[in-house]
């Protein structure tokens, strides 16, 4: 588990978007790549998960009012409302809740949400047509030969530029760590 | 690198996305390395999601900050890899959907004022003028009770007739009074053989009875032969004309007009009660006088009948303008509680004054 240090920047856009509610922008960019990690990986499909996603922040906004400032990052607060909405729907479903509220401390977001936030903005990054392949290839799920026929090159080649982008990913995440 | 380090990992990922392998299981630690990081971008959001998302939202907050002062920051162009430093605003500026400034709604909120003023200014207006116009119509009528005044004098009819005869009309008795008259009272019978027999009869108060003899005529008459109708017209006895009996005017007796006994019409007192409007429409100012601001008093005379109905109106007092105009028309349109003499309604001649004020 990895604690989000709050900021004063972050407190800034808060108030802001409170007195303001055009300014939620600012908190959504900063903190979307979180959100959907986080509920990506607790429910099964990208469809549930988009929707579940759509869900935490349209409640954060209407709720954004009645945030208070107490020093806990506002990626926490909105993780909390994910782990609340993702628990219905597993009730709804008469299943046993994938997540627990263990799981989540109160001003901490799992280090797994952590690292897949990180890798949305690694993909970002990249090389134009390593990027063009990893999106196409993993977030449109598309096969090597649409991809070699969209961008016109050969399957091979696609093949190789999928290598060379996700070495590019792993070493840009061992330099982080480091 | 080698082409087929690239297969394999293409076979890998392939497997990966089917869900025939859920996690990197190579032997290769290489292929498994990548086969990791591949493993991870399985749960990136598709392309375009974020964008709707944020859309959606904008969309939503746009909605919450109607009614709030805004902060308008312009839109700095968004750049792959520099999300963290860059604070985009919600809404933007330009030609982009619902452009929304601070001046903006400070001008409409201004127009706003300025509409609501001129409706409000111009109800009250209407609410003002209408008060004077009511004002005015009110004034018209000299009595808020539209009782007429009192004649000062005693009250006083009469009537008269002839049929053209070259000799006065001979002594005789009136015939009765009566509220109508069917026949009027005739010496010598033109027609003695009616297809539709009527008692001649004169307009007064039934209560009046005249002495009666057998011969019909003119009590007021000096001669007693021969039997004459008179020297007057339209019916009756005497030298007058209209009906009655005398030298007067209508179907009473003796002289004046009107009905009844004596020279004239009812006056109101002596018994007979003044009559009352129960229908007067507001006159109307003249354009001419309404622009001149013309104020007045106008005098109508008129006789107001059993029937309760104006009739004979003529102009005592002019105001000029084409005030005197609206005001016998509007009394021509009234109608009346007829005077009484007794029980019995009578027409009685009265005098009403009409004024004309603006305020």
């Known amino acids: 588990m990895k604690a989000i240090e709050p900021d004063a920047h972050e407190r800034q856009l808060i108030e802001a978007a409170q007195r303001d509610p055009s300014r939620f922008a600012e908190l959504y960019e900063t903190s979307f790549d979180r959100v959907y990690a986080f509920v990506a990986r607790r429910v099964p499909g990208r469809d549930e998960a988009e929707d579940l996603t759509a869900e935490v922040f349209h409640q954060a906004l209407a709720s954004l009012a009645n945030f208070e400032w107490q020093g806990t990052p506002f990626a926490g607060w909105l993780l909390g409302i994910a782990s609340h909405l993702i628990a219905g729907r597993w009730q709804r479903n008469a299943r046993e809740p994938e997540i627990c509220a263990d799981e989540l401390e109160s001003i901490g977001v799992p280090e797994q949400t952590e690292r897949q936030a990180m890798f949305s903005q690694l993909v970002d990054r990249l090389p134009e047509d390593q990027h063009y392949v990893i999106r196409r290839r993993f977030l449109d799920q598309r096969s090597i030969k649409d991809i070699a026929k969209e961008l016109g090159r050969s399957e091979g080649a696609v093949k190789q530029l999928q290598f060379r982008a996700l070495e590019n990913l792993r070493n840009q995440v061992r330099t982080r760590r480091e | ?359």
């Open chain 2, 1 to 359: 690198m080698n082409n087929s380090m690239a297969d394999q990992l293409e076979e890998a990922v392939s497997a990966l996305m089917t869900g025939s392998q859920s996690g990197p299981h190579q032997s290769d630690p290489r292929i498994r390395q990548l086969l990791a990081v591949a493993d991870e971008l399985r749960y990136l959001p598709r392309t375009g999601f974020r964008a709707r998302l944020r859309t959606d939202l904008e969309t939503a907050a746009n909605h919450r900050a109607m009614h709030r002062p805004l902060d308008i920051l312009p839109a700095p162009p968004r750049q792959r890899g520099s999300r963290e430093s860059v604070v985009p605003p919600l809404f933007r500026t330009g030609s982009s959907a619902f452009p929304v400034r601070g001046s903006h709604l400070a001008i409409s909120f201004a127009l706003h004022v300025a509409a609501l003023s001129l409706v409000v200014a111009w109800g009250w207006w209407m609410v003002e003028n209408r008060a004077v116009v009511r004002k005015t119509v009110a004034e018209l009528i000299p009595s808020d009770s539209y009782a007429l005044p009192a004649a000062p004098g005693v009250s006083y009819g009469g009537g008269g007739g002839g049929d053209d005869d070259k000799m006065q009309a001979s002594h005789g008795s009136a015939p009765r009074f009566a509220a109508e008259q069917l026949t009027p009272p005739a010496v010598n019978v033109r027609n003695e053989d009616p297809k539709l027999a009527a008692e001649p009869t004169v307009i007064g108060s039934p209560d009046l009875v005249l002495p009666q003899s057998t011969q019909p005529g003119d009590p007021m008459a000096a001669l007693l032969t021969p039997p004459s109708n008179g020297i007057g017209s339209g019916g009756g006895i005497g030298s007058g004309h209209g009906g009655g009996v005398g030298s007067g005017e209508g179907p009473g007796v003796g002289e004046g007009r009107g009905g009844g006994i004596g020279g004239g019409v009812f006056r109101v007192g002596g018994g007979v009660s003044a009559p009352r409007a129960i229908y007067a429409p507001d006159p109307e100012f003249s354009e001419e006088a309404r622009k001149a601001k013309y104020q007045g008093s106008v005098v109508l005379s008129a006789i107001i009948g059993s029937d309760g109905r104006p009739r004979n109106l003529r102009v005592v007092r002019s105001l000029g303008m084409g005030l005197d105009e609206k005001a016998t028309e509007a009394v021509a349109r009234w109608r009346f509680e007829p005077a009484r003499k007794g029980s019995q309604p009578v027409a009685v001649e009265v005098n009403i004054e009409v004024a004309f004020r603006l305020y």
